[in-house]
């Protein structure tokens, strides 16, 4: 089996819709594929009606958490989409962006930069705005070349000179919540140092006191000493370790199944789940 568990599509800062994110996932070969909007639970519709024979859905967000100051990620898989208390906490969150993401483009112009909300907002179209969106603003302006070299201090990385915070989790609570709900969280890209500071080994040996699952260590971010490294703490911590591309369409390089998740590692996470269950595909319609 090929299992991808972290996918991006409009829903939040991919370009693929959720219906050609299942459609190309098959076509990638995949036989599981997480979608993992960023703080919404917005395309499961779509997907589940387009997904096709022989691919496996798996409902999921990836939320986004601060702790200490440090930009967090958090997986989550399988909750229950419904429950009050968690759906209350992305609400939050979305409902944040937009300003956020307008104070970081004022910002912007005063560093000399011609972007624009309006260009942003296009770009965005029906997703959830973020820095993904004004990144890709900054590519079209010929200021950065790629999406990534947007996220530098000089930039859109965390503290940078464009940076504007926004209401964001506290990883343990996301925990909670997320557990509340019947999902299991896996800690994202953990030690992707490129993007900025890392949450410390010893804060994720307490998110794992707390709850947490696992961490994904297969990821387009992490090079292979990193890799290893991670792979040993989770094995000390008693975690799952996930792999996963984290594919965003064309807004990144990286590709549908690049980094993977072991079957074995795959059947532990469905069965620790208990507020939603992975699709099976059964042939969808053309959207």
């Not at 965005?124 to 973020?130: E, L, N, Q, R």
Request: hydrophobic letters at 40%; proline letters at 4%.
């Amino acid at each position: 089996m090929r299992i991808d568990l972290h996918a991006h599509s409009t829903a939040s800062d991919g370009t693929d819709t959720p219906a050609e994110l299942v459609r190309n996932a098959a076509g990638a070969g995949l036989d599981v594929v997480a979608l993992t909007d960023h703080d919404t639970v917005r395309g499961y519709g779509e997907a589940l009606a387009a997904l096709p024979a022989g691919l496996t859905l798996v409902t999921g967000a990836e939320l986004s958490c601060r702790l200490d100051g440090v930009g967090v990620h958090m997986l989550a898989y399988l909750f229950d989409p419904e429950e009050p208390e968690l759906a209350r906490e992305r609400e939050l969150v979305r409902d944040d962006r937009t300003p956020r993401a307008q104070a970081m483009i004022g910002k912007l112009q005063g560093l000399g930069v011609d972007v624009t909300w309006e260009q942003v907002a296009r770009i965005a179209g029906d997703g959830s705005v973020g820095r993904p969106h004004i990144a890709t603003a900054l590519v079209e302006l010929g200021v950065v070349a790629t999406v990534s070299d947007a996220f530098t201090p000089d930039w859109l990385a965390d503290g940078g000179r464009a940076y504007a915070e926004k209401h964001e989790l506290d990883p343990f609570e996301a925990v909670r919540l997320v557990k509340a709900a019947g999902g299991v969280t896996v800690l994202a890209h953990p030690a992707a140092v490129k993007r900025g500071r890392c949450v410390s080994e010893s804060a994720m040996a307490d998110l794992a006191s707390a709850g947490l699952d696992g961490i994904e260590v297969d990821h387009m971010d992490h090079d292979a000493d990193t890799r290893a490294r991670m792979r040993g703490l989770a094995a000390d911590l008693g975690l799952l370790t996930t792999g996963s591309s984290d594919y965003h369409g064309s807004r990144k390089t990286c590709r549908l199944g690049e980094y993977t998740t072991d079957p074995e590692i795959y059947g532990e996470i469905t069965r620790r789940a208990t507020g939603a269950f992975p699709v099976p595909g059964a042939g969808g319609r053309e959207r």
